[in-house]
């Protein structure tokens, strides 16, 4: 079972950059997002319901909610979406892995966690991998559009992390993990309409085939199944050994890149990739187990440690 919900998310959110990307088109960014977790939120408040999980948050909570609505499920995807016109998705979600250094970043800043030696060492590694990845595009002749789309993919996913720290006190509030990202969903459509509204951006239909494909394709697979499945495992084979997934489901996007959009490798992008990916796995190294013998930690605080949906 564990290998099948392993292998599942890593298989969805690997492909899920690609879906992005194959929104890009007559549809503008703004409006996609909505699609998506309009229909995400929806399923998903339906879905708890006939399984009688459904639960709403008190008052005092809402304002948390729309906090990691805001971080997780409108700006930082506003920024994917845009940043895909500009880098090819498989860049993008090597990016997108380095929240893991965003997240141990803000969790100093936020609630006081240690920033250990192996914290730095995967910071070093991951940004040199990214220079390697970028730099050669970058500062190339017009080079302008990559580094747009890599600051818009860098803010996105500090949007992301913001947002994990805002789940991580609503854990703590004694919300669940599945109640808040439902509830989320919905709050971040209704963020993401008040935008369009305010800027006057025109909803286009989703006519083309593909491109609705694609977005039910993300608002069922990407935003509620994979999630799911994700915090299944969190809960069997904890957080840190599902982190793991941050490294895989970038060389799948990549393969993905390489084949349907045409990305060409050069020495220094493999050194790159290489590089970025080490940090992650160095990020994740099992920590030297304590000499008091103190028991492991339970699924529940688990849960209450993992980190949000991906993409």
């Not at 895989?248 to 060409?264: D, H, R, W």
Request: hydrophobic letters at 55%; charged letters at 10%.
């Amino acid at each position: 079972m564990i290998p099948f919900l392993f292998i599942t998310t890593v298989l969805i959110w690997g492909t899920t950059w690609f879906a992005i990307a194959l929104q890009a088109g007559p549809v503008p960014a703004l409006v996609s997002v909505f699609y998506r977790f309009g229909v995400a939120g929806v399923l998903f408040v339906f879905g708890l319901a006939l399984c009688g999980r459904l639960r709403f948050p008190r008052k005092e909570h809402q304002i948390w909610l729309v906090a990691q609505a805001l971080c997780l499920f409108s700006l930082n995807f506003i920024c994917f979406y845009y940043a895909v016109s500009y880098i090819p998705s498989g860049l993008e979600s090597v990016i997108f892995s380095m929240a893991t250094i965003f997240n141990a970043i803000n969790a100093r800043i936020f609630y006081g966690d240690r920033i250990t030696k192996q914290v730095v060492l995967a910071s070093i590694l991951g940004i040199g991998g990214l220079v390697l990845l970028f730099g050669r595009d970058i500062f190339s002749s017009g080079g302008t559009g990559a580094l747009t789309g890599v600051a818009l993919a860098m803010l996105g996913t500090l949007f992301f992390s913001m947002g994990n720290m805002v789940s991580r006190r609503n854990s703590q509030m004694g919300i669940s993990p599945i109640t808040a990202n439902a509830w989320g969903m919905c709050y971040g459509a209704l963020i993401l309409l008040a935008l369009i509204t305010v800027t006057g951006t025109e909803i286009v239909p989703p006519a083309d085939p593909i491109y609705l494909g694609a977005m039910l394709y993300l608002a069922i697979f990407g935003s509620i199944i994979a999630f799911t499945t994700y915090l299944i495992l969190v809960a069997r084979i904890g957080s840190a050994k599902a982190a793991y997934m941050t490294v895989l489901f970038p060389i799948i996007a990549l393969a993905i890149s390489t084949m349907f959009e045409g990305y060409v490798w050069h020495w220094t992008s493999i050194l790159g990739l290489v590089l970025a990916l080490t940090g992650n796995i160095v990020m994740f190294a099992p920590k030297k187990t304590k000499r008091d013998g103190s028991p492991p930690s339970s699924p529940k605080l688990e849960l209450d440690k993992a980190a949000t949906t991906a993409s």
